[in-house]
T-cell receptor
Framework: QKEVEQNSGPLSVPEGAIASLNCTYSDRVSQSFFWYRQYSGKSPELIMS????GDKEDGRFTAQLNKASQYVSLLIRDSQPSDSATYLC??????????FGRGTSLIVHP | DAGVTQSPTHLIKTRGQHVTLRCSPI?????VSWYQQVLGQGPQFIFQYYEKEERGRGNFPDRFSARQFPNYSSELNVNALLLGDSALYLCASSFGGGGVAEAFFGQGTRLTVV
């Protein structure tokens, strides 16, 4: 099993809908998780971090962590075409070795 | 306020050659990490340096090496280039020694090995 797994997509949602991006992780990944957004040809940009079970909200973004199920998700409310990008889930192996999933491509169509 | 800067932005090298990539972190940041990203994959961790000391190394061959200078800038060196080394090389800086949390990425260096 890969340490951090994501469905590569693409996930296609209509403008205004909720986009749900999911990520699972193995036992080798610890409690710190992060979502990055990467536009085509650009570098990753940190959107949110989450460290404890439950939900964390920041504007239109909500990160959810379920340690029992080893599952992390990112919800984007009121999706906009400008949200179209690849979303990378990352965890921390050991105390600081970052491990990224392959990313999920999100397409928000008007 | 300048972000993380990397140079060069694009590079074409021949198999067997050596390459040096450079990174300047955000002012005040003491940690620099290097990643390799091939098309369709997430970034793969190569090295992290904090206060000029190597703090972590990913699963890359010894052909890859790095160092951090007193001004916290960093170099990534790759020897005996292979076609498979073609990728986007990303540098990220952070204030503390944390891995991903506070990391800000540079624009990357696109390396093509022919």
């Amino acid at each position: 099993q890969k340490e951090v797994e994501q469905n590569s997509g693409p996930l296609s949602v209509p403008e205004g809908a909720i986009a749900s991006l999911n990520c699972t992780y193995s036992d080798r990944v610890s409690q710190s998780f992060f979502w990055y957004r990467q536009y085509s040809g650009k570098s990753p940009e940190l959107i949110m971090s989450i460290y404890s079970n439950g939900d964390k909200e920041d504007g239109r973004f909500t990160a959810q962590l379920n340690k029992a199920s080893q599952y992390v998700s990112l919800l984007i409310r009121d999706s906009q075409p400008s949200d179209s990008a690849t979303y990378l889930c990352a965890g921390t192996r050991g105390s600081y070795i970052p491990t990224f999933g392959r990313g999920t491509s999100l397409i928000v169509h008007p | 306020d300048a972000g993380v800067t990397q140079s060069p932005t694009h590079l074409i090298k021949t198999r067997g050659q050596h390459v040096t990539l450079r990174c300047s972190p955000i002012s005040g940041h003491k940690s620099v990490s290097w990643y390799q990203q091939v098309l369709g994959q997430g970034p793969q961790f190569i090295f992290q340096y904090y206060e000029k000391e190597e703090r972590g190394r990913g699963n890359f061959p010894d052909r890859f090496s790095a160092r951090q200078f007193p001004n916290y800038s960093s170099e990534l060196n790759v020897n005996a280039l292979l076609l498979g080394d073609s990728a986007l090389y990303l540098c990220a800086s952070s204030f503390g020694g944390g891995g991903v949390a506070e990391a800000f990425f540079g624009q990357g260096t696109r390396l093509t090995v022919v």
